[in-house]
């Protein structure tokens, strides 16, 4: 069996005591963390030394649209409702296979360079195998699946029938979940208003017979979509979900940022979810998500960057700073320190997929989803002012990540992505949305 031992400077483990191993070598076989032992303890020469490199669990994201990588930087500038109607739902409408291939490409290549290995993507319409594809030929671990829509009074053409949704959606998971040890299905109707009661009640039942997958969709992003759902349900989004009885299963609700009292009570009784978006809501003016409240009150709070349409950037990094920076204004400047925010990067966003047994965590036993970063440049000069925590979490950026694995595979070396070649997916990106916005009315 494939086998090898890595000597990083440090290890970050965000185990439960939170180590950080110095002088420590991580032996990984089968693509599991077979054994973490000290350093002096290796016979023979046979390690892989990265003396100057520090050892971090690969980022997780638990809201990313892959879908939309191809529209960054032409959607900015306007607010959830009006980004979907006149920018996204149009453009989404207009992928065809080739261009939703070079999003995904594009989407997984940035997130795979800037240390992501788990991610929760909520998929589009149509096409969904060819982003399952994508993720396969990747090497990422990943929960997806088809976007469901049987509504749409923003852009009525891209919708499919409730029975369409469902069927296709039943056939996707069939394939695709399980299909390989990385691959599992993320069930995703969008949002309240453009999912039918029916949908999101047989989207839940149907979820029951693939164990191990998640329910993933939008909730409370927006003060003019929490009034539609107010209008039609006289109750808070949340409110209706645990009104209709969905929120049973595993659960993640990306956003939640308009949420009252009851509905922090109800993700609390129901485990639901947050995944947070700190970028997204503030790029789309949305608002800041209540997350210290979340934390209090024992919800799981992971990070997405969502999609390039509405950050622009796909790296966890930022994410970490903005979802540390955002808060202090109104909690105080100790809110949110690194150390919690560094965990919302990994072991909570495994925790929110409930695959905290196998990975967002260096330990034995654990899957070797891996990071290796150049802190140097970001430490302090002084060496008992080393805070690695702060380096991460304040100063670090994508450039730190050199290499990255994935359940015992290196996917990124030296900073370049196996399986890709940048040069090409650039181009082929920008043709390919060149003929989609051609195909737009
Ligand atoms: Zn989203």
Known sequence: MNSRIIIPSRIITADRENRILTSHAVEISGGIIKRIFPASDIIGNSAEYYNDLVMIPGFIQTHIHLCQTLFRGIADDLELLDWLQYRIFPYENAHNKNSLKAAARLGLYELLKSGTTTILDMGTLRHQEIIFEELIHSGIRAFAGKCMMDKNDLFPSFKSSTAGELKQTGELAAEFHNKNEKIRYGFAPRFVLSSSETLLKETAELMKDFRGSVYHTHSSENLNEGRRVEEMFGCGNIEYFERIRILEGKTVLAHCVHVNKNEIDILSKRKVSVAHCP???LKLGSGVAPIPEFIKHGITVSLGSDGAACNNNLGQFQEMRLASL??????????????TIFRMSNIEGAKALGIDNETGSIEEGKKADL?????????????????LYSDLVFSADAGAV???????????????VSGYDEKEIIVSGRSELQSLLRRVE
Do not use: C, F, I, T
């Open 279 to 281: 970028s997204s809501n």
């Open 371 to 387: 990071v290796l970063v150049d802190l140097n440049r970001y430490s302090s000069p002084l060496p008992e002012g080393e805070n």
């Open 326 to 339: 955002m808060q202090k204004p109104y909690h105080g400047a100790s809110a949110m320190d690194a150390l």
């Open 402 to 416: 050199k290499n990255v694995m994935v359940g015992g595979e290196w996917l990124v070396r030296n900073g370049e």
